[in-house]
């Protein structure tokens, strides 16, 4: 009997330092993490103090995160949480998605070009224009600080973007002009303004042949212009005068 006492006894000895050995690695690997991560924010904040100081008044930092080996932190503008970027530190290395995502706005233009789009899906109920897509791609660095500010203040339907469409027709002047203008006449219809079209064809009596025109959109108010002949003719001074585009894709 004392013989299974003592046995039971030792067992819960055992039992006991186990789980205090337990709870101590798992503090320490915690205490650990915590270092390290201490450690890591310090780091980029010294990173941040030496690379952006221009724009420390604008923003605002979301708490560091750990995933595996990489730590990442997301930095976004106080006035348009959409404008961010990220810094990440990785194998003793830190990189920054500042110049394209901050810098150029892709951020905030990749959420405004999925606004946009919603908007003009709503709208589009024209089944003769189903393939209408708007391309918002303008960089903010770009732009005067008057479109800087309206689009950091969500206002982002500014006649900046582009109007894309498809659509398989003849490849003559008559039709071309046609298609160019039921398209403009539409699109302002309902409520959109863009600065460009990229059209692209694809010819119905060839349909191995197909070509991409863009140009800006104001040079359709010049009564006197016939892009679908200058097209056709390859006419070249005219193309070139009024920055009229043509790729063809086949």
Known sequence: ???????????????????????????????????????????????????????????????????????????????????????????????STYPKDYLEGNSLTSYYNKKINKDLKAKNKNSNFSNLTISYDVKLNDCTDLIYKRLINNKYNLPIYTINDEETIPFDAISINKRIQLTSKYVNSIGFTPKYYSLTYTDSNNLVNSMNIKFKSDILNISTLDIGSAIVNNNKSILEKYSIEIKYLN
């Open 1 to 95: 009997m004392k013989n299974k006492e003592k046995r039971l006894f030792t067992e819960m000895i055992i039992f006991l330092f186990i789980i205090i050995l337990c709870f101590g690695l798992i503090i320490i690997n915690y205490k650990s993490d915590e270092i390290k991560l201490k450690k890591v924010e310090e780091k980029i904040d010294e990173y941040i103090k030496d690379n952006y100081s221009d724009i420390d008044k604008d923003v605002k930092k979301e708490k560091l995160k750990q995933k595996n080996n990489s730590y990442s932190i997301k930095i976004y503008n106080k006035n348009n949480k959409n404008l961010f970027f990220y810094i990440t530190y990785k194998d003793k290395k830190i990189t």
